[in-house]
């Protein structure tokens, strides 16, 4: 149906948007691992000195987001899964609703509904912040870990494109949604955009 999204400078674009389904939740460790055992997901490309090393296979972090995935990984999981990326156009509307809201919740966000900069300092389970999910039944739609979308970056949407708009057909940088958990707050509003190569 119509849907406005806003862009990064807060311009309004009204486009038309098909159904389509979207993951409650961030992709956990314990899901990327079952994708690592099939031989279709390669290993996350964890630094030699960070702490999240082990993570992967720890049980003990098996609801955790999966970190250190680049946009590939994050596709080859997807088709592994026989799914897709979501469009950016989907991912803002899966994580604000229809009616405007700053955040999934609606306005206004402290260290209870989303982790982000000096509220824990880490990533944390993909379900600890029921009370803040999204209007349609998304987990941490924003903060924790950024997320993937299908889309080539492009520093605005193209307003002419009203249908679907899936991107730009070219680029060198992917889009990153939701911010993370070490943003400031302003990064984690459903408009925020990130292009990363």
């Not at 979207?22 to 702490?51: F, H, K, M, S, W």
């Not at 260290?111 to 600890?128: E, K, M, W």
């Not at 009203?162 to 459903?190: C, F, I, K, M």
């Amino acid at each position: 149906g119509r849907y406005v999204i806003r862009d990064a400078s807060d311009e309004l674009h009204t486009i038309e948007l098909d159904a389509f389904a979207i993951d409650r939740t961030e992709v956990t460790n314990q899901a990327y691992r079952a994708c690592l055992a099939a031989g279709q997901c390669a290993q996350p490309r964890v630094p030699a000195d960070a702490a999240a090393a082990n993570v992967l296979i720890d049980s003990a972090f098996a609801a955790f987001p999966v970190v250190y995935v680049d946009w590939e990984m994050s596709n080859t999981y997807c088709e592994w899964r026989d799914a897709q990326l979501p469009t950016e156009a989907q991912w803002e509307k899966a994580a604000r609703g229809i009616d405007a809201r700053t955040y999934p919740w609606g306005e206004g966000i402290d260290c209870n509904q989303a982790n982000y900069l000096n509220c824990i300092c880490d990533t944390q389970p993909f379900n600890n912040y029921a009370g803040s999910l999204s209007p349609y039944g998304a987990y941490n739609m924003v903060g924790n870990v950024w997320e993937w979308v299908a889309d080539w970056y492009s520093p605005t949407y193209d307003a002419s494109v009203t249908d679907n708009p899936s991107g730009a057909d070219t680029g060198d940088r992917r889009v990153l949604r939701g911010g993370g958990w070490n943003q400031h707050e302003y990064l984690l509003r459903t408009s925020a955009r990130l292009g990363v190569k």
